[in-house]
């Protein structure tokens, strides 16, 4: 089992910043590819960016330039920093988690956190 917990939603107005946080735990489990992805309303889920263990990123082309993605392993912690909010950005963000249990490999979402950013 998998257990994420998210933090750090909100409300912002365009050309803001918010700080997205997810904390990871579960017994015997490593964690591999750790991210961000969202959907709006209407719209399809869609990866924002994700990071391996070892450091590598990858970006939506939307918020490239915008959005950095860092991650703590002792903490088994991934943050989103969101940088020149636009209003295409509001959405509901989720954690994503890509583990290796004994055994089997499993990928975990969060409950998700509202950004809303306001024009």
């Known amino acids: 089992q998998v257990q994420l917990v998210e933090s750090g939603g909100g409300l912002v107005q365009a050309g803001g910043s918010l700080r997205l946080s997810c904390v990871a735990s579960?017994?015997?489990?490593?964690?591999?590819?750790m991210g961000w992805y969202r959907q709006a309303p209407g719209n399809q889920r869609e990866l924002v960016a994700t990071?391996?263990?070892?450091?590598?990123?990858n970006y939506a082309d939307s918020v490239k330039g915008r959005f950095a993605i860092s991650r703590d392993n002792a903490k088994n912690t991934v943050h989103l920093q969101m940088d020149s909010l636009e209003p295409e950005d509001t959405a509901v963000y989720s954690c994503?988690?890509?583990?290796?249990?004994?055994?089997?490999?499993?990928?975990?979402w969060g409950q998700g956190t509202q950004v809303t950013v306001s024009s």
């Open positions: 994503y988690v890509a583990a290796r249990l004994p055994g089997r490999s499993v990928a975990s």
């Open positions: 579960g017994s015997s489990v490593s964690f591999n590819t």
């Open positions: 990071i391996t263990s070892t450091g590598n990123t």
